[in-house]
Nanobody, 122 residues
Framework: QVQLVESGGGLVQAGGSLRLSCAAT???????MGWFRQAPGKEREFVAH????????YYADSVKGRFTISRDNAKKTLYLQMNSLKPEDTAVYYC????????????????WGQGTQVTVSS
């Protein structure tokens, strides 16, 4: 059993930055990992994905050039550096562990954190 706990969310002005963290507990932290977000009234959407080694990274078009996903396997922690934030980025952000089918599809991730709120003011 793996548990994921997100932190680092908060309130920031447009153009500002935040770094989200996702700490894992359990026996392993070896799978691919992803970040997703969900705004009120909208479906959960893919943000970024990183393989175990960090050699394969994928971003949603909406965040390319602004967000950076990374991981530290020794610390069992996943990160999302968020720069040049926009009001459209406001959402609850979740980290998740990949179960091995389609990257970016929420139903193909099996472990989820509780989420952390990111609010970007204009």
């Amino acid at each position: 059993q793996v548990q994921l706990v997100e932190s680092g969310g908060g309130l920031v002005q447009a153009g500002g930055s935040l770094r989200l963290s996702c700490a894992a507990t359990g026996r392993t932290f070896s799978s691919g990992m992803g970040w997703f977000r969900q705004a009120p009234g909208k479906e959960r959407e893919f943000v970024a994905h990183i393989s175990w080694s960090g050699g394969s990274i994928y971003y949603a078009d909406s965040v390319k050039g602004r967000f950076t996903i990374s991981r530290d396997n020794a610390k069992k922690t996943l990160y999302l550096q968020m720069n040049s934030l926009k009001p459209e980025d406001t959402a609850v952000y979740y980290c998740a562990g990949y179960r091995g089918l389609r990257i970016g599809l929420p139903s193909d991730y099996d472990y989820w954190g509780q989420g952390t709120q990111v609010t970007v003011s204009s």
